[in-house]
């Protein structure tokens, strides 16, 4: 990230003390949560970069556990798209009451099992939620939820995922807000090929920074 943070470090976010890293940049525009997958963790080195990508555009960033440690060790709670999506409700909450964080848009980032709790927070009614980027998610898992996100959403997909890539565009259909699904070419669930996790970030800050701060709901 290039120039001055108005806040940046390790945080433990109420009301269970789930570890995170906030980053605020000087004069942020906007503050996106990320919702690991299934296995992963806040030091995810995909969403670290894609991160460092948000930051260098003046946006913050808030990486954390959805889980415990010992919640992470079970199967079920991994899986728990209802629990994962009480979380990132809870660490919505705490940001937005963070003084370097008051008033800023929010926006969520998901991947994998993480972009169905997103959306199921984003549906939830509970937070102004002003934009959603799925990266290799699993929307469907959101089920009847899908239906209540008001938040532009953009589904960011593998060309080389292809029960993923068609999961994503069931749920496109399920969509009634402004709505993309973007195919990166060559690229597998992980993004792991040269030069595709780089067009995920254009896609995701090109979303964000296009939507927070316009009320998100179309």
Not at 35 to 46: C, F, K, Q, T, V
Not at 193 to 204: D, Q
Request: proline share 5%; aromatic share 4%; charged share 20%.
């Amino acid at each position: 990230m290039t120039g001055a943070s108005a806040f940046a470090g390790e945080v433990r976010i109420a009301p269970l003390g789930l570890a995170g890293t906030l980053v605020l940049p000087e004069g942020a525009r906007g503050v996106v949560l990320f919702a690991h997958g299934s296995g992963s963790s806040r030091l995810s080195p995909r969403n670290r970069s894609v991160a460092e990508a948000l930051q260098a555009r003046g946006l913050g960033t808030l990486l954390f556990d959805l889980l415990s440690e010992a919640e992470a060790r079970l199967r079920a709670r991994v899986f728990d798209i209802p629990l994962l999506a009480e979380r990132l409700l809870q660490a919505t909450a705490w940001v937005t009451r963070q003084p370097e964080a008051a008033g800023l848009p929010v926006g969520y980032f998901g991947a994998s099992t993480g972009a169905a709790a997103a959306l199921v927070a984003a549906g939830a009614g509970e937070h102004p939620i002003g934009a959603v980027v799925s990266r290799g998610g699993r929307p469907d898992l959101a089920g009847d939820s899908l239906a209540n996100v008001r938040a532009p959403t953009l589904l960011v997909v593998g060309s080389h995922d292809p029960e993923v890539l068609e999961l994503n565009r069931q749920a496109l259909v399920e969509l009634r807000c402004v709505k993309e699904l973007a195919i990166v070419r060559g690229a597998t669930h992980l993004f792991e090929e040269p030069g595709t996790l780089e067009e995920v970030m254009v896609l995701a800050g090109d979303w964000f920074v296009r939507h927070l701060g316009t009320g998100g709901a179309a």
